[in-house]
Each structure stands twice: as C-alpha cells, then as structure tokens.
C-alpha cells in the first residue's frame, strides 16, 4: 500500500515511474485497488503476475493497535492474511518480497531485542503481525521481513505520533503520553531507504530497522516539542495504566540493529533532533 506514510517514502525513493502502486482507495490514475484483508490467491496472482516489478513491498495492513483489540479477525486477515497470500504471489513469481513488521510481536519485559529474540506478543495488533511474520516466511521462504518501531516523519494522513503533538501544542492542549513506555523511534524516510537498500542488495531474512535512540515516549515528545519549538510545558507524562489503553503495550521495548550495521554499515538512521529538522522542511514545501 502506498498512500500510507511508508509506502510513499518509499515511492518517492523509487520514482513514480518504476513503482506501481496500490492502496485499498487508489489516490490518482496509475494506482491499483488492492484490499489485504479480502485478497484471494488467484487475485494476488493475476495482480503480481500482470506488472513487470522487480520486487513487492507490502507495507499496508492494520495499524491502529487500539481498533486490532477491538476487532482481532479483521486484524489477522489484513496484518498475516492477506500478506502471505501476496508473499506467495511473489514467490511464485520469484520475485522479492518486504513485509513490514513491528516491535509489538515481543513482550516488552527484556527490550532492546535482537532478531533472534523469542516472541510473545502480548495484543491483538502484535500477534497478527507475528502471524503474518509466519506464514509470509512459509509462503516465500527467501521473504525480507522488517521490523521496526513507533514511525514518524511526513504521513499523508496526518496521522503519526508528530502530527498528534503538533496539534496539541499548537492550540494550547495538553498532551499526555506515557513516561514507561521505551522504544527506538524510526523515521520514516530512513526506515523506506533500508528498505530499498535491503532489496537492491538481495537480502532476505529478519532485518530490525530503527532509530539508535531508544527513549520513552514521553522523553521523544518532550524533544520533538523542543525540536518544533514548541511549549514543552504541556506535554505531561503519565503511566500506561493510567491512560485507559484498551490494548495492552510492551513497555521495556525497542529493537538492537547490530544486525543491520554490521552488515549494511552505510545505511544512516538519524537521531530525533535531526530527522524531525528534516520532517519539518519536508512536510512545508
């Protein structure tokens, strides 16, 4: 799906011209419906098999954590469903696969986490991207599958966790976050970079792509605020258990990317400061 705020980073990267794209509602002329969570294999297959692609992202799917708890079957269908029918379409294809996946197929109880960290996925959102780690791998053994952390940077939706803050702050709100909750936020435009750059160099296998810098929640807020020049001074810390959160939240989280820097060292993912600077530019031309 490209009209998420991955997808078009990616896009972008790879040009209009050698992308074809595809969203649930296509955006303009050139894009292809394509629905994760209702696609049957003879649909993957016609669609794979009638582009002359070189490589298939997916990188749609559910997810809003608190509407997978909500509705787990639609979660499953979209987040394991749908991408190991598209995984097979590319394996039949031999064709390179990407599927995107997240640090909430763990339990937050040992973070940061290597690949070969065992999972327990303690919510409906994390096990129906583990499931989907599971059966993308058995439908295209050679499948690349990244995972990856609390995405930020220009979303075409307005929907990430800056966009958010940025409305708080900037009409006098107040915006509560948890102080307990630690990541390694990712910016986008570098998580689609790795991405591209896993696939030009033929890898396959489980790839962590994230920020260096694992924080809280609250810790990135009160930077990215301060990065905005926004009021610091209305972003208030509180406890998961505090914040009425229907669907539980790995606390002690984040992923290590030893694994990417040693054997990819020219791939960058910028710190907090820099790539908000970048956002910001960015998202105002």
């Known amino acids: 799906c490209a009209s998420g ?15 074809v794209p595809t969203s649930r509602h296509p955006l303009a002329p050139g894009w292809i419906a394509l629905h994760l969570g209702v696609l049957e294999p003879a649909e993957a297959e016609d669609l794979v ?12 799917g559910a997810t809003d954590v608190e509407g997978c708890e909500s509705a787990p079957d639609r979660a499953m269908r979209a987040n394991c469903g749908g991408p190991a029918t598209l995984a097979a379409a590319a394996a039949l294809h031999k064709l390179p696969f990407v599927y995107f996946s997240t640090d909430y197929i763990f339990d937050g109880k040992a973070g940061p986490y290597a690949e070969e960290a065992p ?15 599971l059966a993308v ?19 075409p939706g307005a929907r990430n966790f800056l966009y958010a803050l940025d409305r708080a702050l900037r009409t006098g709100g107040v915006f509560r976050v948890p102080n307990d909750q630690i990541s390694t936020p990712t910016y986008n435009v570098d998580l689609a970079a790795a991405a591209v750059g896993l696939v030009a160099a033929k890898a396959s296998g489980i790839f962590h792509v994230c920020g ?7 810790d990135f807020a009160l930077r990215a605020a301060a990065a905005m020049g926004l009021d610091m001074s209305n972003v208030v810390g509180a406890p998961t258990s505090e914040l009425g ?15 990417l820097r040693r054997l990819f060292p020219n791939l960058r993912m ?16």
């Not at 098999?49 to 749609?60: E, K, P, S, T």
């Not at 995972?147 to 220009?154: I, N, Q």
């Not at 260096?212 to 609250?218: G, K, N, Q, V, Y």
């Open 245 to 259: 959160q229907r669907a539980p939240r790995p606390l002690e989280a984040g992923l290590c990317t030893d694994k």
């Open 5 to 19: 705020q991955v997808g078009r980073q990616i896009l972008s990267i790879l040009g209009s011209n050698n992308v």
């Open 119 to 133: 999972a327990n996925p303690i919510n409906a959102y994390g096990r129906s991207k583990w499931n989907g780690e």
């Open 49 to 60: 098999g009638g582009l002359a692609v070189d490589a298939v992202y997916c990188v749609g």
């Open 212 to 218: 260096a810098e694992r924080l809280s929640r609250f």
């Open 270 to 285: 910028r710190g907090v400061e820099e790539s908000i600077r970048n956002w910001m530019f960015t998202d105002r031309l």
């Open 137 to 155: 791998r058995l439908a295209h053994p050679n499948a690349l599958i990244l995972r990856t952390t609390v995405v930020y940077g220009v979303d």
